[in-house]
């Protein structure tokens, strides 16, 4: 199936704050499904909760709007149950570092073939303003009465650390860099993650405005390569990331950068591993004749559950 810009553009109307980079987000994820030719029949865009999570009801694909910090586990089951599916997870920082944080560090055990696109603004704007995993400690913003009293957590390191084969950051407002991104991830075969750096014009406006990442992002240096080039080769894996590690660690607010971090082309993926252990997918399982007549033997299962 053929889909255009306009099919995926309707004039819709949704709440998000003027200035919000949901809508830069929102653009950018439209653009990447029309320049790749995606069918929206065969795609599922999953979300939490938060501002960030609307947006499944803005988009023309398959779309399911679950439970705070539980995306992952939703997608990862959508994925089981039907892997020709391209899923996408769309949620907030709050959503998939916070209350999320342990979904998102074992996705990395599993190596599925999902992509996760975290709108990371700092704070939990749906609910006026809190700090959010990712706000650095003394920076104060409009939703805290003190400055906040926390670290905040590098979602990029923790998510190479954890066993994500494609990491990259991009910002809200640079549509160009973000569609290039997304669709980076959607092609690499793996769990891939892109943390998109969001302005928030309402409970963060001074941190995440388009002056202050212009100011205070640029990309990668030409000269880092994050690809693996023999993905068998653990040596070089580990090396890539290191370079990753020390290239986030050189870090400041003054010197943030956007681009793929790290990239493997791992083959080890959690649809291979199932394949191997010869463990179909439910999409594959013929739960009815011809006729349309249920072929499923329930007669054990009522019995088991006899008093």
């Known amino acids: 199936m053929s889909i255009s810009l306009k099919d995926l553009d309707p004039h819709e109307i949704n709440d998000w704050c003027p200035g919000c980079g949901d809508n830069g987000i929102l653009s950018a994820l439209k653009n990447t499904i029309v ?10 865009v ?28 939703f997608a990862e089951g959508i994925k089981l149950a039907n892997p020709d599916l391209t899923v996408v997870i769309d949620s907030g920082d709050g959503d998939t570092y916070g209350i999320g944080a342990g979904h998102f560090v074992s996705a990395g055990r599993r190596n599925m073939d999902i992509k996760l696109f975290v709108h990371d603004n700092g704070v939990y704007s749906l609910t006026k303003g809190q700090a959010s995993p990712t706000l650095p400690e003394n920076r104060k ?8 009293i926390n670290s905040a957590i590098n979602p990029l390191e923790l998510a190479i650390f954890s066993g994500y084969t494609f990491v990259a950051r991009t910002t809200s407002y640079n549509i160009k860099e973000e569609v290039d991104l997304m669709s980076k991830a959607i092609r690499h075969k793996g769990l891939a993650l892109v943390d998109i ?14 002056q202050w990442f212009t100011q205070h992002t640029k990309p990668l240096p030409s000269t880092f390569d994050p690809v693996v080039k023999d ?10 990331k290191r370079a990753a590690i020390d290239m986030l660690m050189s870090e400041d607010e003054n010197n943030i950068y956007t681009g793929v971090f790290f990239q493997w082309e791992n083959p080890d993926t959690f ?14 399982d013929q739960i009815a004749d011809n006729d349309g007549r249920s072929n499923i033997d329930i007669t054990k299962t009522i019995q088991s559950l006899l008093v």
């Open 141 to 148: 913003v409009k939703g805290i009465p003190e400055p906040n």
């Open 231 to 240: 993905p068998a080769d653990m040596k070089e894996v580990n090396a890539k």
């Open 271 to 284: 649809e291979k591993r199932l394949q191997d252990r010869h463990i179909t997918a439910p999409i594959h």
């Open 35 to 44: 320049g790749m030719d995606l069918d929206p029949h065969n795609m599922v």
């Open 46 to 73: 999953v979300s939490g909760i938060g501002c960030s999570s609307k947006l499944p009801n803005f988009i023309n694909t398959n779309g399911v709007h679950t439970l705070h910090g539980r995306a992952i586990p």
């Open 197 to 210: 750096l969001q302005g928030c014009p309402t409970y963060n406006p001074e941190y995440t405005s388009p």
